[in-house]
């Protein structure tokens, strides 16, 4: 939510608890303040009477900077580009795999269908292209180097999904405990050094960890959504 939009909810609430009436104040304030249908205005003014989260200043700093670093060129790499929409990348990841008639997809598959555009077929953000084409460059190196069979082919034509999935963490930047570009935890991808782990488990930690970034993303609509659940 950017300031412009704080501002206004900021003045909203405070006419609507002096004046005690949404209507009084409603067509007061310029709507592009808003973000919302204009035959919401009724229920997000009701919720702003009884809520002072977003007029809580240490809310319209948290919400300013989260807002700044989304459009953030990140040192040169440019603003954060995917396709996934109000998609998550669990969601994504279980589309290609009902595409996939069923078997898993690895997480090359998964990065190149969550951040290739798809009218130009590219990939838009330079460090998950960076990642695909080194992790792409490792692959075809270890099967090179793999021994030739008795009638001089390669003994091997492709790597596990797991092998893939331990070199794309390999390769991808980790911040704050997280793979860059997957959305998952760092340690949750298996690895034949550990002991073993349920993959169910894994899946619901890994749509829990999805679901939460998909909730902090859309924190500006929140209160709008919980109002109308409640009406």
Known sequence: MHQHQLEGLARLRGALVEAGDWRAISQELPSQHFNWESGHTETACLAFLEKDHWVNQET???????????????????????????????????????????????YLDVMRGAY????????????????????????????ASQPLSDDGSSASTNLSRVRVNEMVEEA????????????????????SQTSYVD????????KKDERIVALESQNATILAQMA????
Not at 116 to 139: A, F, H
Not at 172 to 190: D, Y
Not at 199 to 206: F, N, S, T, V, W
Not at 228 to 231: G, I, K
């Open 60 to 106: 319209i700093d948290k919400s300013i900077k989260n807002s700044t670093n989304r459009l953030s060129d990140r040192g040169g790499l440019g603003v954060y580009v995917h396709n996934l929409g109000a998609c998550t990348m669990s969601s994504k990841e279980d589309q290609l795999v009902t595409a996939n008639d069923g078997d898993p997809v690895d």
């Open 116 to 143: 290739t555009n798809k009218k130009t077929g590219k990939i838009q953000n330079p460090l998950v292209r960076d990642v695909i084409d080194l992790v792409e460059s490792q692959k075809q190196e270890y099967l």
């Open 172 to 191: 991808v930047p980790k911040k704050k405990g997280r793979l860059v570009g997957l959305a998952l935890r760092a340690s949750s991808c298996p690895s």
């Open 199 to 206: 993959p169910m488990i894994m899946d619901e930690l890994q």
């Open 228 to 231: 109308q659940q409640d009406a």
